[in-house]
T-cell receptor, first 107, second 113 residues
Framework: GIQVEQSPPDLILQEGANSTLRCNFS?????LQWFHQNPWGQLINLFY???GTKQNGRLSATTVATERYSLLYISSSQTTDSGVYFC?????????FGAGTILRVKS | DTEVTQTPKHLVMGMTNKKSLKCEQH?????MYWYKQKAKKPPELMFV???????INESVPSRFSPECPNSSLLNLHLHALQPEDSALYLC????????????FGSGTQLSVL
């Protein structure tokens, strides 16, 4: 099956700093999504991005499908950005999640 | 309404109990999903329903029994569970059945004693 690797596994930032999270995957996919899981367990869909670049406020994402990776950029981080960031990929709707990046933003 | 609603939020059950988890969405989505998430692990796909029919079963033990009574409702019936089944159970939906954006509910935290 598809292998998904996320890096770094853990990240601690000072409020206001920028960061880049990476997702590598082993096979061609037509579905790639980024999620944020807050400390209460809620999974929020940040981006549906099988290819190309998208921006939403302080967040942006880029997927280079031909090279099998995606990047999530967080700018001017805030304490509310803390939580786990998951990349999920798949053929169709059969998504496989990476292990996640645990982000802690300190004030 | 852009929500996926799950009930109950917390559930404690014994190994001989029968219980059900409920998931509801009113976004007109045609695919609904059950995921299981153990502590400090990523979500793992259990079942997918497409147009109210079971389309994916990821070799889930029969003590978990999904049901999709209509296009808005998804249930997960639990029977004779084991303590290792304790986890966060997440429901999700998507507009279509292919490569689509997924929307998650807030989950049911299940403890099996």
């Amino acid at each position: 099956g598809i292998q998904v690797e996320q890096s770094p596994p853990d990240l601690i930032l000072q409020e206001g700093a920028n960061s880049t999270l990476r997702c590598n995957f082993s096979d061609s996919v037509n579905n790639l999504q980024w999620f944020h899981q807050n400390p209460w367990g809620q999974l929020i869909n940040l981006f549906y991005i099988p290819s190309g670049t998208k921006q939403n406020g302080r967040l942006s994402a880029t997927t280079v499908a031909t090279e099998r990776y995606s990047l999530l950029y967080i700018s001017s981080s805030q304490t509310t950005d803390s939580g786990v960031y998951f990349c999920a990929v798949g053929p169709g709707n059969k998504l496989v999640f990476g292990a996640g990046t645990i982000l802690r933003v300190k004030s | 309404d852009t929500e996926v609603t799950q009930t109950p939020k917390h559930l404690v059950m014994g190994m001989t109990n029968k219980k059900s988890l409920k998931c509801e969405q009113h976004m007109g989505h045609r695919a609904m999903y059950w995921y299981k998430q153990k502590a400090k692990k990523p979500p793992e796909l259990m079942f997918v329903y497409s147009y109210e029919k079971l389309s994916i079963n990821e070799s889930v033990p029969s003590r978990f029994s999904p049901e999709c009574p209509n296009s808005s409702l998804l249930n997960l019936h639990l029977h004779a569970l084991q303590p290792e089944d304790s986890a966060l159970y997440l429901c999700a939906s998507s507009p279509g059945t292919g490569s689509e954006k997924l929307f998650f509910g807030s989950g049911t935290q299940l403890s099996v004693l």
